[in-house]
């Protein structure tokens, strides 16, 4: 079964759909791949944590280094680990950024 679909995002008068923060999450850029679906992310409350892609949505999204993902801290060691919510497209992350939503995070 084939899909098609618009690689380029979202043409002129196209409304972008972003996924806003919920209670709890977090902004972060990854600055590291560590395999194993582990990854380091430098987050905007200045700290960098070890974050995961939960087994749910580990074939759903891919991570590279650079990307802005959202992540939720975990309840237990919550300043050093986390898991990573959602991965945000070049097309969402300009959106966000025209919003004023997305604080100003360096890419690594």
């Not at 977090?26 to 892609?53: H, S, T, W």
């Amino acid at each position: 079964m084939f899909f098609w679909y618009n690689r380029d995002g979202p043409q002129d008068g196209e409304e972008i759909r972003l996924r806003m923060p919920r209670k709890g999450e977090i902004f972060g850029v990854v600055a590291q791949l560590m395999g194993g679906a582990r990854m380091r992310v430098q987050c905007a409350d200045g700290k960098e944590r070890l974050c995961r892609v939960p087994g749910k949505i580990k074939r759903q999204i891919w991570v590279k280094e650079g990307d802005i993902v959202l992540i939720m801290p975990w309840s237990v060691e919550g300043d050093a680990k986390a898991d990573i919510a959602y991965r945000y497209t070049r097309v969402q992350v300009d959106a966000l950024r025209r919003k004023g939503l997305l604080p100003q995070m360096q890419p690594v």
